[in-house]
C-alpha cells in the first residue's frame, strides 16, 4: 500500500540554524501539507501545496518557513533560523486532490528539538 | 470558538468491550468531511475513517463506525470488540469547503487505554 514518507524521523539543531525536513507523498497525489504537533498538543495545519504554490497557510507559517517541491517526488519544509517553540514533531500529509471529501494520509513524523 | 470539541481527554475500556469516544463540531458550513485519525505510542498519525456532511448513513470500516448526529453537530467514533492495540491518541479533525477546504482542524484528542 503506498504511503508518505518522510526524513529524517528525529533531527536535533541548534537555536538559530536552518533545516529541511523532506517528504515523499503518495506519487498520484496532487495536494501536500505539512502540519505540527507540539508536544502533548493537538494537531495544527501549517501549509498546503498545489501546482507548484501555497494554496493555503495558516498563521504560524511566517516568514520563516518556506516550502518547496524540488522535483517530481520530494516536498520539503525549510525553517530559516530555529526557534525554541519550533521544536516539535512535523508531518507531511498528501491527498488525490483538495475536495473536503478527500482524505489526507500523514506520513509518519519527524520529531525536530531546537537546543 | 473551538471547531473540534473532544470532551475526553482519557478513557480506559476492558478488552472486548466496545468504545465510544466522543466529538463535537462547530461549523455554519453545509459542506465539510469529519475524519478520525489513531496516533499510536510511535506517533504516526493513522487514518481510521470519513464521515461527509452529505453522507446520508454513517460511515464504518471494519470494527471502527460513526455515529453521525448532524442536527446535533456530533460525529463520534465507535469501536467494537476492544483490542489492545487500540491504545493510542484519537483525533477528530474537519474540513470546510468555506475555509478553504485545505487544512485539517484537529480536536485536542482522547487517549484510549485499553486494559486486558
Known amino acids: 500500500e503506498p504511503e508518505v514518507t518522510q526524513t529524517p524521523s528525529h533531527q536535533v539543531t541548534q537555536m538559530g540554524q536552518e533545516v529541511i525536513l523532506r517528504c515523499v507523498p503518495i506519487s498520484n497525489h496532487l495536494y501536500f501539507y505539512w502540519y505540527r504537533q507540539i508536544l502533548g498538543q493537538k494537531v495544527e495545519f501549517l501549509v498546503s501545496f498545489y501546482n507548484n504554490e501555497i494554496s493555503e497557510k495558516s498563521e504560524i507559517f511566517d516568514d520563516q518557513f518556506s516550502v518547496e517541491r524540488p522535483d517530481g517526488s520530494n516536498f520539503t519544509l525549510k525553517i530559516r533560523s530555529t526557534k525554541l517553540e519550533d521544536s516539535a514533531m512535523y508531518f507531511c500529509a498528501s491527498s488525490e486532490d483538495g475536495d473536503f471529501t478527500d482524505t489526507q494520509y500523514f506520513g509518519p513524523g519527524t520529531r525536530l528539538t531546537v537546543l | 470558538a473551538q471547531k473540534i470539541t473532544q470532551t475526553q481527554p482519557g478513557m480506559f475500556v476492558q478488552e472486548k468491550e466496545a468504545v465510544t469516544l466522543d466529538c463535537t463540531y462547530d461549523?455554519?458550513?453545509?459542506?465539510?468531511?469529519l475524519f478520525w485519525y489513531k496516533q499510536p505510542s510511535s506517533g504516526e498519525m493513522i487514518f481510521l475513517i470519513y464521515?461527509?456532511?452529505?453522507?446520508?448513513q454513517n460511515a464504518t470500516e471494519g470494527r471502527y463506525s460513526l455515529n453521525f448526529q448532524k442536527a446535533r453537530k456530533s460525529a463520534n467514533l465507535v469501536i467494537s470488540a476492544s483490542q489492545l492495540g487500540d491504545s493510542a491518541m484519537y483525533f477528530c479533525?474537519?474540513?470546510?469547503?468555506?475555509?478553504?477546504?485545505?487544512?485539517?482542524?484537529f480536536g485536542q484528542g482522547t487517549r484510549l487505554t485499553i486494559n486486558p
Open positions: 461549523t455554519s458550513d453545509p459542506s465539510y468531511g
Open positions: 464521515q461527509g456532511s452529505y453522507d446520508q
Open positions: 479533525a474537519m474540513r470546510e469547503v468555506s475555509e478553504g477546504a485545505q487544512k485539517l482542524v
